[in-house]
């Protein structure tokens, strides 16, 4: 091979693949720098991260049962305590279960849901906004009037009477705070998606030639989609309360299957013998909402730029 | 080839229905476009101007649409062709420029990808992306945009205003349309700017053949640009003639006065004469001439009827009954 002649084969998709991805990492690196000049949204991020590990590594991180215990270790008070044990860190709850463990555990029903219903609301509620933004017409006009609707009633509400209707279990829990999840998503993209359609590079895409369903997927949602993507994250804590409040009153994920908000319910009874078996996973709801918010927030600053402006 | 125009407009009207009655934004235009010719349309604001060139993409939006008339487009009218076969003339048969350069782009992609676009759309260079991207970088050189390598991957706003245009005029020349209709795309540049880019529009017609329709009010710039004017007013075309015959020897009383209002730097300090009054509601034209209520030669026939077409020279007609051989047949 000669100096002068770097033998670089142009495949097409090869080709386009590999400056898209250099593109992504260029992105990703200068989010990176913005996350490191914001140590509290950084730690936010950590945590969130360090959840998500906590729940995909369960299995292999813990050593107790999840769902059987011993009860004559019941009530076993957390290490640091006169009588703890460090074989218990957090404590054991009502059944001898090792309350650390089932927290650990619980992480994933919270993500799950929370990630599940945020991922079905803004797929729903984006594809919906954005044909009625574009299309307006009819299609808005019914869209909106149902959004209002749904938007009459209080989310706890509203979920408690869907979950009431449709009985408890990990998929109706999805699908009732999804059903109303959509809304916030739709009105946000139908708002911005009529803003954007007015504007000439739509004309323009038009006058290229473009199809309708083309414009909307590839110039107009491109826009849009920082927003949805800020406002997934802030509602992704909001979905996880949700969660643990349905747990809370029994209509969402049953015992045994570690839940935060059935922990938090389960330990209510013994809360002057054994605080910690409420109190922990209060926390750990507390920690992790409170993560998710902090960083979302910190998304938000890093990717509008209207933000950064000022 | 010459007897037969590459774009002929007959009769074409476009309405929009207000509360305030029906508007009737383009009346009866027709005009015709041959191979490569470069045709100027003046006319002050809301003239329907730019409508003219939207109803002949077929992109005037709701509650507007178009109401009568043909778009002869070698020989096809486009108003009977379905959407799909008009979406195929767009963009590929006819290209469109449009005045604000910044907000035509896409904010959200890289300007060289949006080229690429309009190549990808018309199945131009097989969607092989080695091959778009080498078309891309040709035609950002041909526009003049420098280090066009570099550039592809710039989003619109690192680029300055004539070059956002530039890159504009890049997207609508990707596949080499027979017809580029340019609204107003010098508005919003500066006066050097705005010689450069009307500079490469005159290239790109020289080296390519490309029939360009110049859209905007300076008449001046029509004037050096153009080979023949059409000049409208209230959605009616009032004169049309070669550049020379429309700025030697207007006819129109409108033509006129406009050729008056164009500031000029001389060493005698003249007052620009506005034309007195303003363009009537276009809701409610009146029935006569459109222009008779600000007209000094204002007869009282004028107001009564539709004045017709006069043809006093040889490609040259107008819409006036006060023309020099002023002999209505």
Known sequence: MTAHAPTRVARGWDYSFRIRLRLWWRALAELGYELWQRPV????GIVVAAFILAAVFAAQITIHDPTRGTLLLRFEPPAWEAEGNWKYPLGTDDQGRDLLTRIIYGTRV????????????VIVGTALGAFAGYYRGWLDE????????????PFLIFAIGVMAFLGPGFVNLVMALAFKGWVEFFRLVRGEVLGERTKEYVDGARVAGQSNLAIIVSEILPNVIQSVFVLGTLRLGYMIIMEASLSFLGLGIQPPTPAWGSMVASGRDYLLVAWWVSTFPGLAILLLVVAINIFGEGLRDILDPRLKIE | MTNTPLLELKNLTTVFPTRRGLVRAVADVSLSLAQGELLGIVGESGCGKSVTMLSILRLISTPGRIAAGQALFQGRDLLKLSDGAMRQIRGKDIAMVFQDPLSTLNPAFPVGEQIRESLRIHHIAQNHFAREKERVIELMSEVGISSPTDRFHEYPHQFSGGMQQRALIAIALACEPKILLADEPTTSLDVTIQAQIM????RINEARGTAIVLVTH???LAAEFCQRIAVMYAGRLVEIGTTDQVIETPQHPYTRGLLTCIPRISAQRTRIEPIPGNVPDLANVPPGCAFAERCSEMQPICQNDLIPFFEIAPGHLVRCLRHSSATPD
Do not use: P, T, Y
């Open chain 1, 41 to 44: 949204v950084l730690l936010g």
């Open chain 1, 110 to 121: 919270s993500l799950a849901v929370g990630l599940l219903s945020v991922a079905i609301s």
């Open chain 2, 199 to 202: 500079d490469l529009m005159r």
């Open chain 2, 218 to 220: 300076n008449l001046d």
């Open chain 1, 142 to 153: 019914i869209l909106s009037r149902f959004a209002d609707l749904l938007l009459a009633f």
